[in-house]
Every structure is written in structure tokens, then in C-alpha cells.
């Protein structure tokens, strides 16, 4: 089968050859009636869910299911692993008598129904265009030509496999006495629900009225607020961190934020676009409701024939922080970074390794005890004069003017972006007296942006620059470029429109950047020292993965281990979720980049140990407290733990 039909075979060979590729193909046909007869009889029997063999049915025929698609060649990595995973939690503690046993395995069927969902993504991707063209050809009526690519999903197996994983999720749903959504910004709003693809300059063009938005999918880097002024809350259809940057922007900009993953659920708030709605989110749950437009709805300013999409808001004008440009050549050590010479982010870090030598006294606690990397600042003024060093200044100097007001529609914003970082991109930076102040023994760093449009009051500009790990500072070409790609993070389509909505002028902007030894954990965090949610400043709020920190805060499709923590009271340590991303980043040795490895959640203590997540969210709590005292305030704090040693890498103000 795997080696095809040869034009020289014999007769009796290629028909032998045809009787397998039937066999196959009625093979899969079986499959599909048998584990749909399954689902049937397992909706049927749905009160039997509060039994053992329930869930040993439908678990043993996702596991089977998978490894059928996995004999299909899709996923067949991932699949393999998922169902070791379902195989593991089908022989341990009934999900019935145990909320961790529930929650860890319902990560793993929202794993399983991404394999699901990838599939038909995929199809909707590659076939339409050529079904109908195929159609046009062959005179199929256009309406059968349409719907071939939906024919072709739901006669698959994967589309029972999603059905079985929608029933799973509804019994789990039942178990843990939760409703389906999970609240990143509580709140109560109310707007004209409109629904849309992601979140973006377009998203509402045109449109000033009060705004709910039903979003399909989101990457986690996008800002809620380049949406314009009149978007008041937003229903994701995927799970994302809390803690990811739109989480944290969301927050900030006070837009109520939601999430649901219940296709039944989005099904009835879809069936609501067009219509006046409200919607309500807080620890009792979430409704989202039709009401009554008022008389004179809310809306946003409108906005000026000459002014550009992007530019109006409705919140007053960010201010870009004060910077002290040095000159040419200039390195300085982390310690020795203000935030007129490097940028808030860059003069954190110096901070914690301050704090991090006074949290190794016996006043601050052993569990309180924490390390924080090496590093140094490229700080501002070093593009500027790379700029006039390549002869490009004037040039540079022409293209901010015309990004001020470039218009959306025409390209020609995405002309400018483009021409802006190309020209910053080719610049090259410093190399060998960053290398003289880092330690001998680096092999790898992470070169990561701090700009002077970070951090501000109404712009968080959390995660909208470039951070770039994995690089070889003793690379001249390698580490300079990489710098280089820092600074021209400045000027994407995305930054530029982020600083249009906080009216924040694009010649203000200036990039300095932060060269820290790269980190090789076992598992990275991100925490706020205040709980989010409900303002709980008794408790705080942790999200775990494996690896690298970047598949926290990019909000790469997944779930992290979610926890909260009181920092009062030991071990009082709540598990509110586990973690199912796919994949992991890890650093190579030398320098050699970064690269994803698969996740086996049956092999993860976090996962499998109630003491490992105690232990953990101990340690946390005790740096998050220290951090908070010594700072003044609550804090956003991004770290990593190795070999049971944190590691905190980032910490700034908690947007409230």
C-alpha cells in the first residue's frame, strides 16, 4: 500500500494491490458506523456516567480512535501520545469521586478535540478552491460542489472522534459543576454582539456603537484595544491564559473577557449577532443575554473624514517614556540600567538581581529564596546610531513621518511597516562588548525588546515586541542580527497600530535591548501576586508549563496548569486546571536556537503529583509575597523553575 502501483507489476499483483486499497477504505467505513453506534449507546446511557465502565467505553474508543488516525498518517505523533495519556487516567482514581482526576483528564479530551479540530481546519483549507473548480469542470451543480468539503469532514472519523469528545466534555462539564466558560475579566457590559474571525484594526471598521465581540480564535498576542474604544467585552471560542498578553491587556483596558470551548454554548450566543446584548461575568458564572438597545445607545466619538482607521479612542493619551539616548557603543550592565536608558523592563531586571541577592538572607525565608539571570542592556540611542552608521537616517526619519497616518485601506500601512523594518532589520548591532559582560560560561542568551512604549498608563504593550532566545552571543552575525530584529519589532503593523489607539506619536517609540543568559527549565510561570479574577489580594493567581516561557505568554492553542495559592496560609495550594499544550520549546546547547518536543502529560509530576503542585505553589507564593513586599505593589512576575530552584526572570506592576 505505501509503495504504490508500478507500471511493470503483473496483472494478479495490482489487483491484489486494488483488494487492499478496498479493504482499507471499507476498513475505515466499519470504523465510522461502529464508534458512531458507540456514541449513540453512550447518550443513551448518559446516567450510567456516574460509573466506572462509562467512562471506560468511551475513553477505550477515543484511545482507538486515535490510534487509527495515527495508522492514517495524521497527527501520528500527537495521537500516539494523547492516547497514552487517556489510557493512564482510564486506570487511575474514577473522575467521578476525585475534581483532579476530572479537570487533568478533561485537558486531555480538549487535546484530543484539537487533533479533531486541526483536521477539518485543514480541510477547509486545502479543498474548497480546488472542489470547486473541480465542479465547474465536471458541470456539478455549484450547490454540491459548495458542500463537498463539509460531506467530506462529517463522513470522516474524525468527525465522530469530535462528536465523542463533545460528549466527554458535557459529562465532565456535569462532574465539576461548571458551566463552560471560564472568566478572564469579570464584569457586566452591554453592546451590539458582532461576530468575527480574530481581533484586529478591522475587526469593527466603520462602527461606534458599544460592541460585544464573539471572536473564533485568537493567537494571544493581539491588543483588544486596536479594535477601537467601543469593544466593552469579548466571548473567545477557544481557551487562552489568563495570563497570556491579551489576558493581561484585556485586563488592563477593563474589557470583560470570557472564554468557552462548549460548541452548544457558542452555537445559542452566535444565533444573538446583530442583536443588542448583555453580558455578565463573575465567580457565580456568565450569561449572555438579549436585551433592550437603549434609547440612545453608547457609542465612541465618531471619527474625522481625515482621520485614519486606528487613530481615534475613547481613553486619553498614553505618554512615551523619557529617553536618555547614549552614545554609540555603549553597553550597560543590567544592575546599572535606568528606565530613561533602557526601559522599564530592562531597569526591572537589574532590580531583581538586586532582590534576588537579599532574598538568599535568612530574614526573607528559605522558601522565599530566588535567582534571577545575568545580563546586559543595549541601551537607547544604539539604533539611532546604526542608523546613521548605514546611511539611513534621513530615509528612517521619512518613514515614521508617513506611518503616522498611513492609511489601512490600500496597503498602504503594511507598505510602510514593511519598509520600516527591512531597514531597521539589515542594521547590525553590538557584539563584542556585549560578550565581554556576560559570563564566560554562556553558551546561549535571549535577546528581548524594552521599549519606552512598555508598560504604560492605558498602552501595556505586554508581549507586542519581539524576544528572540536561543541565539549564540559570540555569533557576530547571528547575535547582530537578532538585535536587529528587537529594534524592527518596533515597527510592526500591529505596534504601530497598538500606539495609533493610546495616541501615542510612532516618532516617540524608541527600542532598547535586553541580553539575559538563556534559561533551561523544567517548567516556566507566569503569576499576579493579587487574583485576578476577584481582586483577592489574599491569594495569587499561577500558570505553569513545560519549557520555555514563550508558550505562556504567546497563547500558543492550550491550556496551562492553573493554580491558586494562598500567601497566608501553607499549602493551600487550588488546582483549577491542568495543562495540555502539544508541544514544549527548549533551548540547544551552544546556542544553537530553540526547538518543540512533545508532551506526554502521563509522565509529568505536575500532573500526577498533588504534592509536586503544592510544593510549587508554596515556593511561589512565598517569591510573589517577598517581590510584592519589596516592590511596594502587586506584580506581574514571569520566572522559570529548574531542579526545584526559581528563577525569576521579569516582574512589573500588576495592571488592576
Request: charged share 20%.
Amino acid at each position: 500500500l505505501r509503495s504504490g502501483l508500478r507500471n511493470d507489476a503483473p496483472d494478479p499483483a495490482i489487483s491484489m494491490r486494488q483488494q487492499f486499497r478496498l479493504s482499507e477504505v471499507g476498513l475505515e467505513d466499519f470504523a465510522f458506523m461502529l464508534l458512531s453506534s458507540i456514541i449513540n449507546h453512550l447518550e443513551a446511557d448518559g446516567h450510567a456516567a456516574e460509573h466506572a465502565h462509562w467512562w471506560e467505553m468511551a475513553l477505550g474508543s477515543a484511545e482507538l480512535t486515535l490510534m487509527h488516525l495515527k495508522l492514517s498518517r495524521w497527527q501520528g505523533e500527537e495521537c500516539v501520545v494523547v492516547a497514552r495519556e487517556l489510557a493512564a487516567w482510564k486506570a487511575t482514581t474514577p473522575v467521578t469521586s476525585d475534581r483532579d482526576a476530572a479537570l487533568r483528564l478533561k485537558a486531555s479530551v480538549e487535546r484530543v478535540r484539537r487533533v479533531a479540530e486541526s483536521f477539518s481546519d485543514q480541510t477547509l483549507q486545502v479543498l474548497p478552491d480546488h472542489s470547486k473548480k473541480l465542479g465547474a469542470a465536471l458541470n456539478v451543480a455549484e450547490h454540491a460542489a459548495q458542500v463537498y468539503c463539509e460531506g467530506e469532514i462529517r463522513a470522516s472519523l474524525v468527525f465522530q472522534l469530535a462528536k465523542l469528545c463533545s460528549l466527554l466534555l458535557k459529562q465532565l462539564e456535569a462532574v465539576l459543576g461548571g458551566d463552560g466558560f471560564d472568566v478572564l475579566v469579570s464584569g457586566a457590559v452591554a453592546g451590539k454582539l458582532v461576530e468575527v474571525d480574530r481581533i484586529s484594526p478591522e475587526s469593527l471598521e466603520g462602527s461606534h456603537e458599544d460592541t460585544v465581540l464573539l471572536v473564533k480564535s485568537a493567537d494571544g498576542d493581539e491588543e483588544v484595544g486596536a479594535a477601537g474604544g467601543s469593544v466593552k467585552g469579548v466571548v473567545l471560542c477557544q481557551e487562552l491564559p489568563h495570563l497570556s498578553h491579551l489576558g493581561v491587556r484585556a485586563r488592563q483596558e477593563h474589557v470583560v473577557f470570557v472564554t468557552s470551548t462548549n460548541e452548544a454554548q457558542t452555537a445559542t450566543i452566535r444565533s444573538l449577532a446583530g442583536e443588542w446584548v448583555t453580558l455578565q461575568a463573575g465567580p457565580s458564572g456568565v450569561t449572555v443575554q438579549a436585551a433592550e438597545r437603549p434609547a440612545v445607545a453608547s457609542t465612541v466619538a465618531e471619527a474625522s473624514s481625515s482621520k485614519v482607521a486606528g487613530a481615534e479612542t475613547s481613553k486619553p493619551a498614553a505618554e512615551a517614556g523619557v529617553v536618555n539616548k547614549l552614545p554609540a557603543g555603549t553597553v550597560l550592565r543590567l544592575e546599572d540600567t535606568g528606565v530613561a536608558e533602557g526601559g522599564a523592563k530592562a531597569a526591572y531586571c537589574g532590580q531583581l538581581l538586586r532582590l534576588a541577592a537579599a532574598s538568599r538572607t535568612d530574614a526573607a525565608g528559605e522558601l522565599a529564596r530566588f535567582e534571577a539571570p545575568a545580563g546586559v542592556c543595549v541601551p537607547f540611542g544604539a539604533m539611532e546610531a546604526a542608523l546613521e552608521d548605514a546611511g539611513v537616517k534621513e530615509r528612517f526619519a521619512e518613514l515614521i513621518k508617513v506611518a503616522e497616518s498611513a492609511s489601512l485601506e490600500g496597503g498602504a500601512l503594511d507598505e510602510v511597516c514593511g519598509e520600516l523594518r527591512s531597514v531597521v532589520a539589515a542594521l547590525r548591532g553590538v557584539c563584542d562588548a556585549v560578550v565581554a559582560q556576560l559570563p564566560e560560561s554562556t553558551e546561549s542568551v535571549i535577546v528581548r525588546s524594552s521599549a519606552n512604549v512598555e508598560d504604560l498608563q492605558g498602552m501595556s504593550g505586554a508581549g507586542l515586541y519581539d524576544s528572540i532566545p536561543g541565539i549564540d552571543p559570540r555569533n557576530a552575525q547571528e547575535f547582530g542580527a537578532a538585535v536587529a530584529e528587537v529594534w524592527a519589532s518596533l515597527y510592526t503593523r500591529r505596534g504601530v497600530l497598538s500606539r495609533r489607539a493610546a495616541a501615542v506619536p510612532q516618532s516617540s517609540a524608541s527600542m532598547a535591548v535586553v541580553v539575559q543568559v538563556l534559561l533551561k527549565p523544567d517548567v516556566s510561570f507566569v503569576l499576579h501576586t493579587v487574583s485576578p479574577v476577584d481582586g483577592d489580594a489574599t491569594r495569587l493567581y499561577a500558570e505553569v508549563a513545560v519549557g520555555l516561557g514563550e508558550t505562556l505568554a504567546s497563547g500558543t492553542r492550550g491550556s496551562p496548569w492553573r493554580m491558586s495559592v494562598s500567601k497566608e496560609v501553607p499549602d493551600d495550594v487550588v488546582t483549577l486546571g491542568f495543562a495540555n499544550f502539544s508541544e514544549q520549546l527548549v533551548g540547544l546547547p551552544g546556542g544553537r536556537g530553540v526547538q518543540t518536543r512533545r508532551v506526554d502529560y502521563s509522565s509529568q509530576p505536575l500532573t500526577l503529583q498533588k504534592q509536586a503542585r503544592a510544593k510549587l505553589g508554596n515556593q511561589l507564593a512565598a517569591v510573589g509575597s517577598f517581590l510584592e513586599e519589596q516592590l511596594g505593589e502587586a506584580q506581574d512576575v514571569e520566572g522559570v523553575c529548574i531542579n526545584g530552584t526559581l528563577h525569576v526572570v521579569q516582574t512589573r506592576p500588576q495592571p488592576i
